[in-house]
């Protein structure tokens, strides 16, 4: 039906990059939204940033503001993480979310935002 593919994770240096995709496959859906949650070892799902489709607005997380940056294509439903000054505080399993309900009154850095979910993408940042 719909699938959710993240790729791009992988093994880099504390202070190196990486950039993640999210792609949107089977059933067109109706999405508000999408977001990018992680988690790490024995912690909660944590959310990490979202995007608006339409208007592109974004929002992040403190832990990641200025160093991380998402972005979408609408024409091919794909939506990117940018991550930037990667720190082993970042080592987490990454996972990409698509929210279909109504913007108002949607809380998009909660995760019972989002109504389906990609299988994640290991990122690992090593120092």
């Known amino acids: 039906q719909v699938q959710l593919v993240e790729s791009g994770g992988g093994l880099v240096q504390a202070g190196g990059s990486l950039r993640l995709s999210c792609t949107i496959s089977?059933?067109?859906?109706?999405?508000?939204?999408m977001g990018w949650f992680r988690q790490a070892p024995g912690k909660e799902r944590e959310f990490v940033a979202t995007i608006r489709w339409s208007g592109g607005v974004t929002y992040y997380a403190d832990s990641v503001k200025g160093r991380f940056a998402i972005s979408r294509d609408n024409a091919k439903n794909v939506v990117y993480l940018q991550m930037n000054s990667l720190k082993s505080e970042d080592t987490a399993v990454y996972y990409c979310?698509?929210?279909?309900?109504?913007?108002?009154?949607?809380?998009?850095?909660?995760?019972?935002?989002?109504?389906?979910w990609g299988q994640g993408t290991q990122v690992t940042a090593s120092s």
């Open positions: 089977g059933r067109t859906i109706s999405s508000t939204a």
């Open positions: 979310a698509a929210g279909t309900k109504p913007s108002s009154g949607t809380s998009y850095y909660r995760a019972g935002a989002y109504d389906y």
